[in-house]
């Protein structure tokens, strides 16, 4: 399973495949794993309250998943997963609530801390 942080109403705007604000400038989706979703989140997301993250079953999407090198220097050699496609809405098994402490910064929900341990 993958996660894709998003916005409340991005998702809900959603019908048939999902594809984020910016695919067509990047050309793909942001993707993370359970262990690296917090860094993104905390970089470019700190603050905001209306987000959510959407667990992905990475077998029901449609285009290409490539493993690609993080642009961020401090995490130089970690490989992201982007899809070069969209996110069918039956790809999504969960979306769970995203919300920020009173630091503004995220910690993982535990409806999703499952899935550092391939849950």
């Given at each position: 399973?993958?996660?894709?942080?998003?916005?409340?109403d991005?998702?809900?705007?959603a019908?048939?495949?999902?594809?984020?604000?910016?695919?067509?400038t990047?050309?793909?989706?942001?993707?993370?794993?359970?262990?690296?979703?917090?860094?993104?989140?905390n970089r470019?997301?700190?603050?905001?309250?209306?987000?959510?993250?959407?667990?992905?079953?990475e077998?029901?999407?449609?285009?290409?998943?490539?493993?690609e090198p993080?642009?961020v220097?401090?995490e130089?050699?970690?490989?992201?997963?982007?899809?070069y496609g969209?996110?069918?809405v039956e790809?999504v098994?969960?979306q769970?609530?995203?919300?920020?402490?009173?630091?503004?910064?995220?910690?993982?929900?535990?409806?999703?801390?499952?899935?550092?341990?391939?849950?």
């Amino acid at each position: 399973m993958l996660l894709h942080i998003c916005g409340v109403d991005d998702w809900r705007d959603a019908e048939g495949d999902y594809r984020p604000p910016g695919f067509e400038t990047d050309g793909f989706i942001h993707l993370s794993r359970a262990d690296q979703v917090l860094r993104p989140a905390n970089r470019f997301y700190a603050g905001r309250d209306d987000l959510v993250l959407l667990v992905i079953d990475e077998q029901r999407v449609h285009g290409e998943l490539r493993w690609e090198p993080s642009a961020v220097p401090e995490e130089a050699g970690e490989r992201f997963p982007h899809l070069y496609g969209s996110v069918p809405v039956e790809a999504v098994v969960d979306q769970v609530a995203f919300p920020t402490g009173p630091d503004g910064l995220f910690v993982l929900p535990p409806a999703v801390a499952h899935l550092l341990h391939g849950g």
